[in-house]
């Protein structure tokens, strides 16, 4: 018994010493995304090192913030024009690199386009199964996160040497950004560009609000705006309230908002104070990406409309009527 339990104490000890993380940062070359910082909470709460791997063209701004978070132990920069455009088929050979010399036990990402379209090739190359958007961390090798749309929440626990992880932002603090003196490093130096893909251009939605995923306050809109131009009438409300506009799947399919604007499902996951559903029926694919926000206020002139289900203040009126209104008010 004596023997047993010494035994396990040993381990448990020999496992904390030997548990490390790399999180892979997102960054656009000019700034850190504020979604790193929450995946680096989830990398503190597994316990271990924590070193974070930035790759770009332009590594300065993203890895000399990163050495002041706090509980960040080292930074591994790979400033290459290989990186151009954040490739999966360019990165996933460095993140290999670094996993080879430094033997990391996870390996973890935010649950955004980056992270999903990076981590699961990751986790093919090592052979082992990627762990998708987790919510909580109950160990070192046990894990939760949600199915069925939301729906349901799953424990799951990895028998695989290393844990590939992307992380749902939202359900974890942001570390914070001082205090903090992780060593800046450079990442193994290897031939990194591919042959397979190719970064040609992209198209931004530009926009001076804020961020969807990270704003305080977000109005959505959906098919009862009946019209792009209807929007305004949500852009100034959000002017009051310095928020973000998000939108159903309807309203982006209807063209009436770009697609990056979409909560839910296929869209964004956000956890705001304050989510104001306007002229949208609630579907279980929108509410995956909504619901756990703090406050949810609907519009809407049907009453029986699925939203009012997990509205906290539900007002049943014509939207051209109370939105208008609302914003007069304010
Ligand atoms: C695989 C899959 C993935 C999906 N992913 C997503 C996703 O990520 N995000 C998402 O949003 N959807 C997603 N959908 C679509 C989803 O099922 C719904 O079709 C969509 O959310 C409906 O959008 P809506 O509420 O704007 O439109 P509707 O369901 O048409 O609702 C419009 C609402 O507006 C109200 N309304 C109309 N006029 C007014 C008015 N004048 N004043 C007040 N209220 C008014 C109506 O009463 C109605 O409730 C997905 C579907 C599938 C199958």
């Known amino acids: 018994m004596f023997v047993n339990s010494t035994r396990n104490v040993m381990r448990s000890s020999f496992l904390q010493r030997c548990k490390s993380t790399l999180v892979v940062a997102e960054h656009n070359n000019e700034a850190l995304n504020p979604l790193t910082l929450n995946t680096i909470s989830a990398a503190k709460k597994i316990g271990g090192d924590v070193t974070v791997l930035v790759a770009g063209t332009k590594c300065g701004p993203a890895s000399e913030a990163l050495s002041k978070v706090e509980g960040v132990t080292k930074v591994l920069v790979a400033e290459n024009a290989a990186f151009k455009g954040f490739t999966a088929e360019s990165l996933t050979p460095l993140v290999l ?23 699961p090739r990751v986790a093919a190359k090592l052979d082992v199964s990627p762990i998708s958007e987790i919510i909580d961390v109950k160990s070192e090798d046990t894990f939760v996160r949600t199915i069925y749309a939301g729906n349901a929440i799953l424990t799951l626990k990895s028998k695989d040497p290393v844990k590939v992880i992307t992380v749902r932002g939202t359900n974890f603090p942001p570390a914070a950004t001082s205090g903090g003196s992780g060593a800046v490093e450079q990442a193994p130096a290897g031939e990194y560009a591919s042959s397979l893909s190719e970064f040609v251009s992209q198209e931004l939605t530009k926009s001076d609000r804020p961020e969807l995923t990270g704003a305080k306050v977000i109005i959505s809109g959906g098919r009862g705006l009946k019209s792009g131009d209807n929007f305004k009438l949500l852009y100034d409300l959000a002017d009051k309230f310095g928020a973000a506009v998000g939108a159903s799947r309807a309203a982006v399919d209807a063209g009436f908002v770009p697609n990056d604007l979409q909560i839910g499902q296929t869209g964004k996951i956000v956890a705001p104070e304050l989510y104001i559903a306007v002229g949208i029926s609630g579907a279980i694919q929108h509410l995956a990406g909504m619901k756990d926000s703090k406050t949810i206020v609907a519009i809407n002139k049907d009453p029986e409309a699925p939203i009012f289900q997990v509205a906290d203040i539900g007002i049943v009126a014509d939207l051209f009527k109370a939105v208008p209104e609302l914003t007069g008010k304010l």
Do not use: P, R
């Open 97 to 119: 690199a670094a996993q080879s010399q430094f033997k990391f036990t996870h390996i973890l990402a935010g649950a955004s386009a980056f992270g999903k379209n990076v981590l």
